[in-house]
């Protein structure tokens, strides 16, 4: 083990509950993401830029509302798949806490 790779572990400030060292290890442990109420993204160029026009164009009037439930009902259905496959694999699956994506996020200053 390196002297970083040590320094890391042993470090207080280090509060990520998932690390990796290098790319060729099995994977053990793994930070999924969750679909529960998620928000269609802001109309902004950074989001539309790579998508096609037309359904670039269909972000301006969605844009901040919840996906439609049939998507997210079919993208769950993916997900729930993936973590199985994972897990089935032995490898650890956590998942953040619920979060209000409907909520604007400013700065503090």
């Known amino acids: 083990m390196t002297e970083f790779m040590q320094a ?6 280090n509060i990520c509950p998932v690390n990796s060292y290098n790319e060729w ?16 993204p802001p109309y902004h160029v950074v989001v539309t830029h790579n998508l096609p026009r037309s ?8 844009a901040g509302q919840r996906y439609p439930r049939f998507l997210v009902k079919r993208a769950q259905k993916a ?11 032995g490898v ?3 998942q953040p806490d619920l979060m209000n994506f409907s909520v604007q996020y400013k700065t503090p200053y």
Request: aromatic fraction near 6%.
């Open 8 to 13: 890391s572990i042993d470090s207080e400030n």
């Open 55 to 62: 359904t670039a164009r269909l972000y301006r009037p969605f």
């Open 25 to 40: 290890d099995p994977l053990e442990e793994v930070i999924v993401g969750r679909l529960d109420g998620a928000n269609i």
């Open 79 to 89: 997900l729930d798949e993936f973590i199985h496959i994972l897990k089935s694999e």
């Open 92 to 94: 650890v699956v956590r």
